[in-house]
């Protein structure tokens, strides 16, 4: 079955350039998209179709995408950026769909 | 105001049954390809299934895990989703999530605003 895989952890201080990747097989065919979450909540996206950003997320957050790898960026990382990031996409034949394993961001 | 609320969850015991209902609100259900998304404790988040309008097929697909146990199901007419879950195992515990993405026309003339919705969630757990 398809995998996305992320790294565990990711770790920077405030203000620095957090970077989170993803690599999948079927990526350069599909787009990735991006969800932050938090302990207790639903999850929120963050970039949809490789790099968009839905309105209300912060013009920090920016999304890339090139050969099998996906990459979320946050610039300026802030306390409250921190949690678990996952990405999100299909296989080569858009019928399933699966998340990578999840980030865990701590901007400290 | 694009709305999902799912109920249905409780406690079952493992080769058990539930039944999962999604309630949809505020978008044109009829048109729209729902998924259901789970996680479970101490756990990252889990692609359960999908299910496309009936104009594209109706078809469905199911992550490995759960295929030939689960089943989705929509009425359009009360624009609900259900999730049938049959077989229950405990590592089927988790809250499960009701998703639509997707774009949204609005306006004159029409404009495209993606949307991404997620229900709370409906918890559910299987244990002896």
């Known amino acids: 079955s398809y995998e996305l895989t992320q790294s565990p952890s990711v770790s920077v201080s405030p203000g620095q350039t957090a970077r989170i990747t993803c690599s999948g097989d079927a990526l350069p065919k599909n787009y990735a998209y991006w969800y932050q979450l938090k302990s207790g909540q639903s999850p929120v996206l963050v970039i949809y179709e490789d790099t968009k950003r839905p309105s209300g997320i912060p013009e920090r957050f920016s999304g890339s995408s090139s050969g099998t790898m996906a990459t979320l960026t946050i610039n300026g990382a802030q306390v409250g950026d921190g949690g678990d990031y996952y990405c999100y996409s299909t296989d080569s034949r858009g019928n399933h769909w699966v998340f990578g394993g999840g980030t865990k961001l701590t901007v400290l | 105001e694009v709305q999902l609320v799912e109920s249905g969850g409780g406690l079952e015991k493992p080769g058990g049954s539930l039944r999962l209902s999604c309630a949809a609100s505020g978008f044109n259900f009829t048109n729209a390809w729902m998924t259901w998304v789970r996680q479970g404790p101490g756990k990252g988040l889990e692609w359960v299934g999908r299910?496309?309008?009936?104009?594209?097929?109706?078809?469905?697909d199911y992550a490995a895990p759960v295929k030939d146990r689960f089943t989705m199901s929509r009425d359009d007419s009360k624009k609900m989703l259900y999730l049938q879950m049959n077989s229950l195992k405990i590592e089927d515990t988790g809250v499960y999530h009701c998703v639509f993405y997707g774009y949204i026309g609005s306006g004159s003339p029409i404009v495209l605003n993606y949307v991404d919705v997620w229900g709370k969630g409906t918890t559910v757990t299987v244990s002896s």
């Open positions: 299910i496309k309008s009936k104009s594209d097929g109706g078809t469905t």
